[in-house]
């Protein structure tokens, strides 16, 4: 497992934009399938996107795809999703999560500590 901690979280009226990003302790990042999950008040964790660990394709959910992005930094061992056009259902605590990448699709298992975004009306 590695050890993840997100940052980049805040307030921003709808319309706006964000960059969240989470830093991964360790080594072999690379070798790591990264993902961002939601979770909103009074809902269940909701999976956002992900970037593969072999040749860095993504996926993203229906409701974000279009605005958000992800990317990764080997070099860094950072893993951000750019977040644009806002909108206020977009709030939620956001996670930055991780699994193996030879895994062969297991569930995540590594969670950061969540960073709180929050877009208003």
């Known amino acids: 497992q590695v050890r993840l901690v997100e940052s980049g979280g805040g307030l921003v009226q709808a319309g706006g934009s964000l960059r969240l990003s989470c830093a991964a302790s360790g080594r072999s990042f690379s070798s790591y399938d990264m993902a961002w999950f939601r979770q909103a008040p009074g809902k269940g964790r909701e999976f956002v996107s992900e970037?593969?660990?072999?040749?860095?394709?993504?996926t993203y959910a229906d409701s974000v795809r279009g605005r958000f992005t992800i990317f990764r930094d080997n070099a860094k061992n950072i893993v951000s999703l750019q977040m644009n056009s806002l909108k206020p259902e977009d709030t939620a605590v956001y996670y930055c999560a991780a699994r193996y990448g030879r895994s062969g699709g297991a569930a995540y298992n590594s969670w950061g500590q969540g960073t709180q975004v929050t877009v208003s009306s």
């Open positions: 970037i593969k660990w072999s040749a860095g394709s993504t």
